[in-house]
């Protein structure tokens, strides 16, 4: 999964879609300078938003010393007129941001540490002409300064011009999941890794060329604050935990780096933390904030030293005792927590109402910054980063996604009543996190706030609260905040819930969930299901290379062609919905040349996927010439898992001969099982696969890590085990399988009202204290191992698995989830459900399916295009298998087709072999 800032890159091209950032349309004012200073026979080409030099003649070297230019927010095109004509005399290849937007984005506080600053590269043919060219770039930009390039060392002298040893061009080493890792060549010519890490490190083999940089200063920061350990880092740079060495008190520090900004336009981070530092002291006196001590600078950084604030952000306060998210909705439970939240919820009303009788507007309260004191009592605000004064400060734009009002996301501009928006969504956040959607979707708000009353019984009290606050009309006054504060003071939680709720009754004899759900029947669901079809069909664009489909931003990570994000997870999709796929679309898959140095071998990132939707699609010549280059593939068992390991590629290859019949197929079934047997660990605490260390093992006091669940841990082993044993008859490998099975079992944590759920990793020996989230989902959590315990329940019929199947079913069953999605969401969930239902032919499951239906539905968005869902992190939406609306539609698919004792999961298996 992509982090919060990789995703930025992504969002910045399209207002619906992931897009690459080579979809860009440029402004001229960089190429108009270049093109003024070119020479001929000089070869361009664009990549991403670089636009690429490389002077006549021959090529150029592999890797080498390199230099790098960087230019302040606003500064690029009169920077880049200054270096050009040392770089075209110099008759170097170079590569700079093709204009003045992706330049200035690369100063920016989301923006990739490790590629932060980097306005222009240079790749010098030798050390003589590195030398030379740096020494003559620092001359021509003499005085000018921009954000510090981590990976980098300054050029002696220049605060413009930087340097590092790296690769010129892009060595590129596949990875099981299918992204490359950049490569370089030691002297004997053996490849290692070309790290890219926000520190400078020079190779092994190679002797820097200037005498060592004078340290930064060390020692107490203002002679007083030692730095201890890190807390966070972004680009704007990192939080620190540090001892105040006159009194001896943890205090916190916040840096930032000179040179890097925040918002639109672009503000230097050192001003607004000066800002911040005046602004808090001003609040200081309220006790509802973070408490400034003092505001320094060291070296070339600014500090804020705050005293620390113990606790935890709101946010997860919330996952961690929210009785949706336990799956413990007891009536007494409901109430203790909103009991809880009342008094938060109110401090958090007055600590905004202080700062707006101050004239000051917070403008970006998140859930991050609100801190919750470890008894649950208090909290308080740290981070203000946005606020403003109002009528003397610039406003930056700055907002958390989902808790901005429509009206601060189209101006920019921050107001009362935005903040008060912000707490509506912190206080609709504390019932379920779906302000992702409904920010991305503003018509899902009234969908999701009137399901969640009526399922948990709210008082209308707090509805109306809600509504009240998230109201953006313009001419509208703001609330009053005394006003706030009364109506959640006198919130009625006391009475509320004399009975069990609707959303906590289960499907039994006693009470029946209903046989039909508004928005579910037969009708309505094939002109749904014709809707998914549609949009995907018509946002298809075959001119692309890069993609076909709308897409999670992994399929531009990886390749375009796989399962997961790629084509043939939604060639698949639409072959289930409608019973055939466009061949121009089939043509687009077919025409891609699947080759192992961009494709790896395993089933939902790579080839063995990939051939078979192309079996599936009448194209079995082609499966099996795919499979052909899957079976000689460096990586077909480099590591165990079902999303890209050794299980997808053995369970793709058993599939695959089940419908050929080619005996080299059973072959590479029973070899997958081979390599799962040697490459298990096996001690006291059972048999699992370690995750691999890419610091290079863990420590000597550290027992392996195991990732856990469907896609990446010992359940999707036993999975395809359990396949193979009955396809075989082979004990051997039901025996492994269930080794497998039992140790993820064994990981399960108990939630409440007898659930379970599952934390990512394993590390036995330690009692995962340090992972508070545990998960429910069906990549990672207990749909995922419960969909895996079924299938074994069935196959191998045991009487704790007959106890402990129906336990696992009933913890992950959710009308509410963050996404809707496949892999981390409602419709991997309703996949389980349904699986339940025919397998255990328990007619309950089908019912409580319903319900995680009507659920997903509360995200979708209606697009003249057809019918889509938002994708990861509703960001944007997608079609792809994994996150978009393909994947919701095969749930959505078998909702009107499963029946007890069917076969109809659609999603990778073969419960054809299950008796």
């Keep these: 999964m992509l982090s ?53 003649g021959g090529p150029r070297a592999d890797q080498g010393w390199k230099l790098h230019v960087s230019a302040l927010d606003g500064e690029s095109t009169e920077i880049l007129r200054l270096a050009l004509p040392v770089l075209c005399a110099a008759r170097v290849p170079f590569k700079f941001q093709i204009d003045p ?79 490359a890792d950049l490569q370089i060549s030691r002297p004997d010519g053996t490849l290692v890794p070309d790290y890219r890490r926000p520190w400078y490190e020079v190779p092994d083999w190679v002797r820097d060329p200037f005498p060592p940089d004078p340290e930064e200063p060390g020692g107490p920061l203002g002679g007083r604050y030692l730095p201890q350990s890190a807390l966070a880092f972004n680009n704007r740079g990192g939080v620190y935990l540090a001892t105040d060495t006159r009194t001896g008190a943890e205090v916190v520090l916040k840096e930032a780096r000179p040179g890097v900004t925040c918002g639109r336009p672009g503000i230097p981070c050192t001003e607004l933390l000066a800002k911040e530092h005046r602004l808090l002291t001003r609040l200081a006196d309220t006790g509802h904030y973070v408490r400034p001590l003092a505001l320094i600078e060291e070296w070339e950084h600014t500090f804020l030293v705050e005293e620390k604030v113990e606790g935890v952000h709101f946010g997860l306060h919330c996952i961690v005792n929210n009785p949706m998210i336990k799956g413990d909705l007891r009536p007494e439970a409901l109430r203790d927590y909103f009991l809880g939240l009342r008094p938060l919820w109110g401090q958090i009303a007055s600590a905004v109402e202080a700062a707006h009788r101050r004239g000051i507007l917070l403008g970006d309260l998140s859930f991050t910054n609100v801190i919750v004191h470890p008894d649950g009592l208090s909290v308080r605000i740290i981070d203000l980063e946005a606020a403003v004064e109002e009528g003397v400060d610039a406003h930056t734009g700055l907002r958390t996604v989902g808790l901005a009002s429509p009206r601060m996301v189209a101006t920019g501009r921050y107001d009362r009543a935005h903040d008060w928006h912000t707490v509506g969504a912190i206080l609709l956040s504390s019932l379920m996190a779906v302000n992702n959607t409904v920010g991305f979707h503003r018509p899902a708000l009234p969908r999701f706030l009137h399901a969640l009353a009526e399922d948990l019984a709210l008082p209308a009290e707090l509805t109306a609260l809600i509504t009240d606050l998230m109201d953006d009309r313009a001419d509208g006054p703001a609330p009053d905040g005394a006003e706030v504060v009364k109506r959640i003071e006198a919130l009625p939680f006391e009475e509320g819930w004399t009975g069990p709720v609707p959303l906590a009754l289960p499907a039994t004899a006693r009470h029946r969930l209903p046989e039909t759900v508004p928005g579910l029947g037969e009708a309505e669901l094939t002109d749904l299901l014709d809707g998914i079809a549609r949009y995907a069909e018509t946002t298809a664009d075959p001119l692309r290379t890069d993609r076909l489909f709308p897409a999670h931003p992994m399929a531009f990570e990886t390749n375009p062609l796989s399962v997961a994000y790629g084509a043939a ?5 639409l072959h289930v919905l409608r019973g055939s796929v466009p061949p121009g679309l089939l043509s687009w898959l077919l025409a891609r040349d699947a080759n192992s140095e961009q494709l790896p071998p395993g089933l939902y990132l790579g080839q063995s996927g990939v051939a078979w939707v192309l079996d599936e ?12 280059r899957a079976r000689a593939h460096p990586l077909r068992f480099a590591t165990h898992g079902l999303l890209y390991g050794a299980a997808g590629y053995g369970l793709a290859a058993l599939q695959l001969w089940r419908r050929q019949g080619d005996p ?22 059972g048999l699992r696969w370690p995750e691999p260390d890419p610091a290079g093992g863990a420590g000597p006091q550290e027992p392996p890590r195991s990732r856990l669940g469907y896609a990446h841990g010992g359940c999707g082993p036993a999975l395809f085990l359990l396949y193979l044993h009955l396809a075989t008859g082979d004990r051997r490998w039901r025996e492994l399988g269930r080794e497998a099975l039992d140790f993820e079992l064994a990981q399960r944590v108990a939630t409440g009202s007898g659930r379970w759920a599952f934390r990512r990793t394993a590390q036995p020996g330690r009692d995962g204290a340090d992972e508070p989230v545990v998960r429910t989902y069906w990549d990672e959590g207990t749909a995922g191992v419960a969909t895996v315990a079924l299938r074994w329940l069935v196959a191998c019929p045991d009487p704790a698995l007959a106890g402990l199947v129906p336990e696992l079913v009933a913890s992950a069953a959710a009308k509410y989830a963050v996404m809707p999605q496949l892999f981390h969401g409602l419709a991997g969930i309703g996949h389980l459900l349904l699986d339940a239902g025919e397998l255990l032919g328990d007619e309950r499951w089908f019912a409580e399916a319903r319900r995680t239906a009507a659920g997903v539905l509360l995200s979708r968005i209606d697009r003249p295009e057809g019918v889509v869902f938002p994708g990861e992190q509703a960001l944007r939406e997608t079609v792809d298998l994994a996150s978009g609306s393909i994947g919701v539609g095969l749930f959505l698919d078998r909702l009107r087709r499963a029946a007890p004792h069917g076969r109809t999961n659609n999603v990778f298996t073969i419960d054809g072999l299950l008796p």
Excluded: N
């Design 4 to 56: 919060w800032e990789a995703l930025q890159h992504y969002v910045a091209v399209h207002p619906h879609w992931y897009e690459t950032p080579a979809r860009h349309v440029p402004t001229d004012e960089h190429l108009a300078a270049f093109r003024a200073v070119v020479g001929d026979g000089w070869r361009t080409s664009r990549r991403g938003t670089w636009f690429i030099a490389d002077p006549p």
């Design 101 to 179: 937007r992706s330049a200035d984005r690369g100063t920016g506080k989301v923006y990739s540490r490790t590629a932060s600053g980097k306005f222009i590269t240079v790749y010098p043919a030798d050390e003589e002409q590195f030398l030379a060219v740096g020494a003559e770039l620092a001359a021509a930009l003499a005085g000018r300064t921009g954000p510090y390039v981590l990976t980098d060392r300054r050029w002696p002298g220049s605060t413009a011009v930087y340097y590092r040893y790296g690769g010129f061009a892009a060595i590129k080493r596949l990875r099981p999941d299918g992204a």
């Design 569 to 573: 997870g939604v060639l698949h999709g």
């Design 617 to 628: 699609l009448g194209r079995p010549e082609a499966a099996a010439a795919l499979m052909d």
């Design 664 to 685: 080299r197929l059973l072959a590479d079934a029973v070899a997958a099982a081979e390599a799962l047997s040697a490459s298990a660990l096996r001690d006291e605490h």
